[in-house]
């Protein structure tokens, strides 16, 4: 994430510095516009943060548990309406593809051993974001995002088949709230915006079983990185098919 935020920096500087020379500005009017519509494309990185129970020493069969992180996929509608000179509130409706592993450390009869439970998370996402948007220089502008999402998740599994097991289930219901940062860069046609955003779960993620596999946390909580890329805006050109 951090080498993703010096990249934003950098391409925020250069295109400022490019911006002095007065080039002329493209979609002028799309600053003042009260709504405008778009869609995005990006990646996620899911992840969960967890909290051992009190019990955790006293298993016999688990004793540990580490989390490992995969790249997803994400795929949003935006839609922005301006209400001040620079704050614009933003829904962007979509579906975000991702998986995550816990790999558990298991003594059973005298023998260690590691089991991996892949888990993979399809979300019906619905966020809701205030967009902080800093004074327009040339052709570039950036900006700061933060608001509240609600996740549902369709792969999560109402119950698990016996060659499954043992694997835990997710709840599928979860509210987050959501911080970023990004940059917009005003084209010839359209507006391109690069946002990184961090997506954080406030509500316990595992669904106890009485098995040594969920009992070991306290809570599981869900958490994402989001790296997208936003098309926005844009200018329709009125074309007669009729012209010679």
Request: net charge positive; hydrophobic share 40%.
């Amino acid at each position: 994430m951090k080498r993703i935020i010096y990249i934003i920096i950098l391409l925020s500087f250069a295109h400022l510095g490019f911006s002095q020379s007065r080039i002329p500005e493209n979609l002028p009017k799309l600053d003042y516009q009260p709504a405008h519509f778009g869609y995005s494309l990006g990646l996620n990185s899911m992840d969960f943060t967890f909290k051992p129970s009190p019990e955790f020493y006293s298993f016999d069969t688990v004793f540990g548990v580490e989390n490992q992180r995969y790249i997803g996929f994400n795929i949003n509608m935006i839609a922005n309406l301006r209400i001040a000179n620079y704050l614009d509130v933003r829904f962007v409706p979509g579906l975000n593809f991702g998986q995550r592993s816990l790999e558990y450390k298991i003594i059973e009869d005298g023998v260690y051993r590691k089991h991996t439970m892949r888990i993979e998370s399809t979300f019906l996402d619905f966020p809701v974001l205030l967009k902080y948007r800093a004074e327009r220089y040339g052709n570039f502008r950036p900006f700061l995002v933060g608001g509240a999402s609600v996740r549902w998740d369709l792969a999560a599994q109402r119950k698990i088949a016996p060659e499954e097991k043992p694997k835990i289930r997710l709840t599928r219901f979860n509210p987050y709230y959501e911080v970023g940062i990004g940059v917009d860069f005003f084209l010839e046609y359209f507006m391109f915006g690069i946002e990184v955003k961090g997506a954080f779960g406030l509500l316990n993620n595992v669904r106890y079983d009485d098995s040594e596999f969920t009992e070991i946390f306290d809570r599981l909580d869900s958490k994402m990185l989001m790296v997208s890329f936003h098309f926005e805006g844009g200018k329709i050109d009125r074309i007669s098919w009729f012209n010679k």
